[in-house]
């Protein structure tokens, strides 16, 4: 028995022995990997809403009713009393259409225009018809000035054999004020001849029929007061 035991002891050593010179032999498994930091997750983005913009419509034009119509231009009619004129931004109706002609009247006068040559717009009829009122305007302004304008045809100085243009030296004294022209050698111009020195002007007033007058030498001319033209 006692043997046995003994046995039994020393296979217990033996085995203990063996698994220590194991572990003593193994090295210890290495430390875990330390997790990783945790990433902090990206705060959601608030939506911004961009403000909305406001879409602009179109202005309308202003146009007239269908089948009324302003003329662009002016334009000259015949009829049997004789020519009527329409200035630009006359307002017509149509009367009817035929490829590019368009027929129109006044109310009075029936005649054939272009289609480019009128509009329905009535803001570009309104800006035709003030710029001829301006025209027609200064038109008449001109031609009253005009009316009472002094003209200066032709001027000359000397002998019938020998005469000397002295219109711009005439139009010179005039403009300066001088309405009583004298007829003197100032003017220049020589003659061999034993005639008489003569001065002769020949004007229109406004437009009038014109007007010869001559003075010898000594004497004078007395043109009208009024405004020289043509300055």
Do not use: C
């Not at 002295?166 to 003197?184: E, L």
Request: charge should be positive; hydrophobic fraction near 40%; proline fraction near 9%.
């Amino acid at each position: 028995m006692r043997k046995g035991f003994l046995l039994i002891l020393a296979v217990a050593g033996l085995g203990f022995a063996a698994t220590y010179f194991y572990l003593q032999r193994t090295p210890p498994p290495p430390p875990p990997a330390p997790a990783p930091p945790a990433q902090a997750r990206p705060s959601p983005i608030a939506k911004t809403t961009s403000p909305s913009i406001a879409k602009t419509t179109p202005r309308p034009r202003n146009l007239a009713s269908d089948g009324t119509y302003f003329l662009l231009r002016y334009h000259s009619v015949a009829t049997d009393t004789g020519v009527t004129g329409f200035p630009p931004g006359t307002k017509v109706s149509l009367v009817r259409k035929s490829d590019q002609t368009i027929r129109v009247t006044d109310g009075q006068v029936e005649f054939d225009v272009g289609a480019g040559e009128v509009t329905n717009n009535l803001d570009i009829a309104a800006r035709l018809a003030r710029t001829d009122s301006r025209i027609q305007e200064q038109a008449i302004a001109l031609a009253s000035a005009q009316s009472n304008s002094l003209w200066l045809v032709q001027a000359s100085w000397g002998p019938p054999d020998k005469t000397v243009d002295v219109t711009s030296a005439i139009k010179k004294r005039v403009a300066a004020g001088d309405r009583t022209i004298t007829a003197s050698s100032n003017f220049g111009g020589k003659s061999t001849s034993r005639a008489t020195n003569m001065l002769v002007i020949t004007y229109t007033v406004g437009g009038g029929a014109p007007i010869t007058e001559a003075a010898k030498q000594g004497g004078s001319i007395k043109l009208p007061a009024v405004p020289l033209a043509g300055k």
